[in-house]
C-alpha cells in the first residue's frame, strides 16, 4: 500500500509497544522517518530495532516522561536535527490504570491528565509550528477509557481524533 508517506517524518510517543509500536511499524513500512518516545529506554531499542529489522528505516529513539515539556521538546528539536521536519504526530501514550471509580484518589486522576492529556498538549504545542513551516501535517490523538477491571457497567469511551494542518 503506498500512503504517501515516504520521507515524511512521524513522531510516535508509547511508540516501544502495543498501538504505538503496531503505528510505528506501520509509519516506517510506508517509508516514514520515524521517532519512538516512551519512558523505557530498553523497551525503545528493542522496538527500534525490530522496527529498522523489518522495514529498513532506522528510528530515532527518546526514552522521555511526555509530561515533563523540557523531555518533549528535546523529543521534537532532536528529530527536526536528524529528519529536517515533523509531518506527523501520534500522541499515544498512557499507561491503562482501570480501577473502580470511587477508588480513584485526586492524585491519580492528575497524574493520568499529566501523562495522556497534558503529554498531547506538551508535543502538539512543540510539534505544530514545524508542521506550519512544512506547510502542514497532521495529529493523530489515541486514548481508551474503560475496557479493564470494574468498570461502570454500559459506560464505555473511546476517542480517536485526527487534526489536520495545512494543505498536504
Known sequence: MNLGLQGKTAIVTGGS??????????LAAEGANVALVARGLEALQKAAEQIAAQTGQEPLVFAADVSEEQDVRMAVEKTVERFGSVDILVNNAGTSAA???EEVSQDM???DLDLKLFGAVHFSRAAVPYMRQNGGGAILNVTAVGGKGNHI???RCCFLRHRYFGEH
Open 17 to 26: 509497544k502495543g498501538i504505538g509500536f503496531a503505528t510505528a511499524m506501520a
Open 109 to 111: 486522576w492528575e497524574a
Open 153 to 155: 457497567p454500559g459506560i
Open 99 to 101: 480501577r473502580p471509580f
